[in-house]
T-cell receptor
Framework: SQQGEEDPQALSIQEGENATMNCSYK?????LQWYRQNSGRGLVHLIL?????REKHSGRLRVTLDTSKKSSSLLITASRAADTASYFC?????????????FGQGTTLQVKP | NAGVTQTPKFQVLKTGQSMTLQCAQD?????MSWYRQDPGMGLRLIHY???????DQGEVPNGYNVSRSTTEDFPLRLLSAAPSQTSVYFC????????????FGPGTRLTVL
């Protein structure tokens, strides 16, 4: 079974608006990562947040992590049409810190120009 | 650097045929993984490797074999293709346990008739 679940499954917004995606997971983790996938392409790493961190920023991206609720959110501010993609969270939960990741099902974001 | 490369990009097989999907990385990464992506299912881990000569199963290993004879290469073998293996396959690599942001290849789209 998959570790992470994203919410919502799909999101449609206007250019310039903010987009928020949420991820919930089931077991304790070492870190949580967010990836973007453009249609027909491989995934691209966006940001990693460790279990002892609560918030992280990278450009227009803001990620929060609440380990007590086992949840994370990805905020994209001032969205652009080029942000249209699917976004996945992934958790590093493997025992013995194997480094393997388990991905959620993703949120499909459409940014309308 | 080429990053993570995968061949072929597209493949059509008949039920029962075997084939090998190739994956190579030139970043000297220790960790390599194979995922399959099905519509609405996110990415599911098939097999992974923490170094040359070491492999382990992921969530959905049945019907697939892997080997890791070198750091650079991590081929995925389909032993006897089935229609249920129709999917997009992604190979990924990462530096190691702590710095496990994954770099993805462009994917192989496989259809089994």
């Amino acid at each position: 079974s998959q570790q992470g679940e994203e919410d919502p499954q799909a999101l449609s917004i206007q250019e310039g608006e903010n987009a928020t995606m949420n991820c919930s997971y089931k077991t304790s983790i070492n870190n949580l990562q967010w990836y973007r996938q453009n249609s027909g392409r491989g995934l691209v790493h966006l940001i990693l947040i460790r279990s002892n961190e609560r918030e992280k920023h990278s450009g227009r991206l803001r990620v929060t992590l609440d380990t007590s609720k086992k949840s994370s959110s990805l905020l994209i501010t001032a969205s652009r049409a080029a942000d249209t993609a699917s976004y996945f969270c992934a958790t590093d939960y493997g025992s013995g810190n194997t480094g393997k990741l388990i991905f959620g099902q993703g949120t499909t974001l459409q940014v309308k120009p | 650097n080429a990053g993570v490369t995968q061949t072929p990009k597209f493949q059509v097989l008949k039920t029962g045929q075997s084939m090998t999907l190739q994956c190579a990385q030139d970043m000297n990464h220790e960790y390599m993984s194979w995922y399959r992506q099905d519509p609405g299912m996110g990415l599911r881990l098939i097999h992974y490797s923490v170094g040359a000569g070491i492999t382990d199963q992921g969530e959905v290993p049945n019907g697939y074999n892997v080997s890791r004879s070198t750091t650079e290469d991590f081929p995925l073998r389909l032993l006897s293709a089935a229609p249920s293996q129709t999917s997009v396959y992604f190979c990924a690599s990462s530096r190691g346990k702590t710095y496990n942001e994954q770099f993805f290849g462009p994917g192989t789209r496989l259809t089994v008739l």
